[in-house]
């Protein structure tokens, strides 16, 4: 069967618009605030003749501080039982938090691929020196995307691709 992809991250980091930019179509649900139930979040993707299933874990995401951990935890889990790949991402915007930090650290726990994606880099010339703080999670280099205006997607997908 064709391998597994999982989009693992806080809530508002762009893991639904992510999606839908992997998938090529509007499938799962964006909004502003966390706490959103979506019908849909598995995609099949095609990329240079290769297949895979897009999962993206949101699911109903807290819209409490104190449930986020407990919640991404719980989706990192799921992530490392049923994916072949990882996306994990993060918002350059927001730089890295703690949160980011205990996630990372049990993805890599994992030994699973995982693809560290900074999402919100809008403008690579303007947010590329906030980009490399990411290093500091420790699993692997930095990829700069922009969800919502598809930078940097064709080149994520290379790198999930090339995973398999
Ligand atoms: P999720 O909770 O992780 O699924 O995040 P969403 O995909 O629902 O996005 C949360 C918010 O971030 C929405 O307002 C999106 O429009 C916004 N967003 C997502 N990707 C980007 C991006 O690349 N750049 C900017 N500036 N905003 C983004
Ligand atoms: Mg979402």
Redesign the pocket.
Known sequence: SKPVVAIV?R????????FNALAGEKISI???T?G?TRDRIYADVTWLDKEFTLI?T?GI?PDSKDVILSQMRDQAQIAIDTADVIIFITDVRQGLVDADSKVADMLRRSKKPVILTV??V?SFEKFMPDVYEFYNLGIGDPHP?????RLGIGDLLDEVIAEF
């Open positions: 991250g809530p508002n980091v762009g893991k639904s618009t992510l964006v909004k502003d966390p959103v993206d949101g995401e999402n919100k809008d995307v922009s969800a919502s205006s």
